[in-house]
């Protein structure tokens, strides 16, 4: 194998000490093992080397009255699953750490917990990985899974380290995807801690029972540290907010927080004892203001609208140095340009995540009627209990699931349909400021007054459909299909009612 290959032609410098020699030896032969027993994970032979058992075995965990994971896959999916996911997501929370303009978030008890947790996980992890390295330099026998799994929990813990300390630095005093790997990660090694509670009283060797010990200290760490990212961090000491202005609580709340909306009970609260005036409401967050915004949608539009034209950007400087050629583009008449591109590139990122958040929410519209459909059939037999409850906490848990994702899309394009509303009416305004006379004899005040308050509305109306337009054909095709399982043939007359109805309705609405 390539290891191997490596392995003969490493060049090493000179060595004094033969056991040297032969711990290097050992390493090379380890990497050997370690590469060519990954491939018999799924394999259930005797002379698998990599897992203590079968990777999956269904008369254990399904057709069976207490059911049980296997320790292969508790050590393997369970484990490996997490830490994918906070890779794959990394690349996400280091756009969020970049694009952020605070710094300096201060230590606190909180934060210093985090990270003391997380190196005592790296300890953890690493000495998990040396001793099972050590037994095998000892000619005993070790699985390949006591090697990779704390090599990769170490990397990770070691990834979720630099990026809480990197979020302290850059001014984030919430993550949502470190919230989403501890989250994870607690619920994930719970197979694992209940199996090594139920062997406890089983005699084991000292090597395992060394293991034991080092995970009953692992798995609580991994929960408490799911616990601290519940909670936000202190704000950043340098922010483009003033400590005298009266902050939105959404600013400076949790992830867990935002996602609940929690940060908005307050405001209730205090409307439910008085009445609300002005001044009991927040100002706005620095992103959602016209002074943000306009800027950035006029900056978009000039060059929208020299691209399409053909014409150059218009500078501050003048002509810069050199031949300039003036072209007859004033004598070309102007093509119409659209402003949809604009308005979606200056607000692309909370666009896309909205229409994450809805594609998601559909999957979970059509995963709630199958669980049904599996209860249904678990009361018509005679199936054991536990599923009755899995089925039924499944259930309950897409549903909510389902509903805080599309209340995120809903939010997220209701908060763009505002932002799109607030650039539209500046430049409207803008320009009926700078209206040449000849032109304002054909513009009315009221055609202008209409544009700003009529128009601009619409716009902010039209962010609300957005993501229907792509998602509805999808979800009419997947509804088709279950449809078409249950009712066969008879799905084409539904079809066709619908069909013609579609026009019918689009005339009467008109």
Same mark, same amino acid.
């Given at each position: ?6 392995c003969?032609h ?6 004094r ?6 711990v290097?030896a050992?390493?090379c ?5 370690v590469?060519s027993?990954?491939?018999?994970i799924?394999?259930s032979?005797?002379?698998?080397t990599?897992c ?13 009255s207490y059911?049980d994971?296997?320790?292969?896959f508790?050590?393997?999916v369970?484990?490996? #699953?997490?830490?994918? &996911? /906070?890779?794959?997501?990394?690349p996400?929370e280091i756009?969020?750490?970049l694009? @952020? $303009?605070?710094r300096?978030?201060?230590?606190a008890p909180?934060i210093?917990?985090?990270l003391l947790?997380?190196l ?9 990985f040396v ?16 090697l ?8 990770t813990?070691?990834l979720?380290a630099?990026?809480l300390m ?15 790997f501890?989250l ?6 719970a197979?694992?801690?209940r199996?090594?509670i139920i062997?406890?009283d ?7 029972s060394?293991?034991?010990?080092l ?6 760490v991994? #929960?408490?540290?799911? &616990? /601290?990212n519940?909670?936000?961090?202190r704000?950043?000491?340098y922010?483009y907010? @003033? $400590?005298?202005?009266?902050i939105?609580?959404e600013?400076?709340?949790?992830f867990v927080?935002?996602?609940?909306v ?8 205090q409307?439910f ?7 009991d409401?927040w100002?706005p967050?620095l992103e ?10 006029e900056?978009?539009?000039k060059k929208?609208?020299a691209?399409a ?6 500078t501050?400087?003048g ?11 004033k ?16 607000l692309?990122i909370p ?13 979970l ?6 669980i049904?459909?599996?209860l249904i059939?678990y009361v018509?037999g ?6 009755g409850?899995f ?7 897409s549903?909510?699931l389902?509903?805080?994702?599309l ?6 394009m ?7 509303r ?8 803008k ?9 304002r004899?054909?513009?009315t005040?009221?055609e ?10 619409r ?8 993501h229907y337009?792509?998602?509805?054909p999808i979800s009419?095709?997947v509804a088709?299909?279950?449809l ?5 043939i008879s799905?084409?007359a539904?079809l066709?009612v619908m069909l ?11």
């Amino acid at each position: 194998s390539r290891r191997s290959v490596l392995c003969l032609h490493v060049s090493l410098p000179p060595l004094r000490h033969r056991s040297t020699v032969s711990v290097c030896a050992k390493l090379c032969k380890l990497l050997h093992q370690v590469g060519s027993s990954s491939w018999h994970i799924m394999g259930s032979k005797a002379e698998n080397t990599f897992c203590y058992s079968k990777f999956w075995d269904n008369a254990a965990v399904w057709d069976t009255s207490y059911p049980d994971f296997s320790l292969c896959f508790e050590k393997t999916v369970l484990v490996w #699953v997490p830490c994918l &996911v /906070l890779w794959l997501l990394s690349p996400i929370e280091i756009c969020f750490i970049l694009k @952020s $303009k605070c710094r300096d978030i201060p230590w606190a008890p909180l934060i210093t917990a985090k990270l003391l947790l997380n190196l005592v996980l790296i300890g953890i992890s690493s000495v998990n990985f040396v001793g099972s390295a050590v037994q095998h330099f000892q000619d005993e026998s070790v699985f390949a899974v006591d090697l990779w799994t704390p090599a990769i929990q170490t990397l990770t813990f070691l990834l979720a380290a630099v990026l809480l300390m990197w979020d302290k630095v850059r001014g984030l005093h919430t993550s949502g995807v470190l919230f989403v790997f501890w989250l994870l990660m607690s619920i994930a090694g719970a197979a694992q801690f209940r199996t090594e509670i139920i062997s406890a009283d089983i005699p084991n060797s000292e090597e395992n029972s060394f293991r034991y010990v080092l995970y009953m200290i692992y798995y609580p760490v991994v #929960v408490v540290m799911m &616990v /601290l990212n519940v909670f936000a961090d202190r704000p950043p000491r340098y922010t483009y907010y @003033s $400590k005298y202005e009266k902050i939105c609580p959404e600013v400076t709340s949790s992830f867990v927080t935002q996602t609940f909306v929690g940060w908005f009970d307050g405001l209730i609260w205090q409307g439910f004892r008085k009445t609300l005036t002005s001044a009991d409401l927040w100002n706005p967050k620095l992103e959602d203001t016209s002074a943000y915004l306009v800027p950035r949608f006029e900056n978009l539009w000039k060059k929208n609208f020299a691209k399409a034209n053909g014409t150059a950007e218009p500078t501050r400087k003048g002509i810069p140095n050199g031949t300039h050629h003036i072209s007859n583009s004033k004598n070309k008449p102007k093509k119409p340009v659209s402003i949809l591109g604009p308005m979606v590139r200056m607000l692309w990122i909370p666009i896309l995540i909205a229409g994450l958040a809805k594609f998601i929410a559909d999957a979970l519209e059509f995963i709630n009627p199958q669980i049904l459909n599996l209860l249904i059939r678990y009361v018509a037999g005679k199936d054991y209990m536990w599923k009755g409850f899995f089925y039924a906490v499944s259930m309950f848990l897409s549903a909510e699931l389902y509903t805080l994702f599309l209340n995120k899309m809903a939010m997220n394009m209701f908060i763009v349909g505002i932002n799109w509303r607030t650039a539209i009416m500046a430049a409207v305004y803008k320009k009926a400021l700078r209206i040449s006379p000849a032109a304002r004899k054909e513009s009315t005040v009221g055609e202008v007054v209409n544009l700003m308050a009529v128009d601009a509305q619409r716009c902010a109306d039209f962010a609300q459909y957005i993501h229907y337009i792509w998602t509805a054909p999808i979800s009419i095709c997947v509804a088709l299909y279950f449809l078409w399982n249950l009712l066969g043939i008879s799905t084409l007359a539904g079809l066709a009612v619908m069909l013609i109805v579609m026009p019918i309705n689009s005339v009467i609405a008109n």
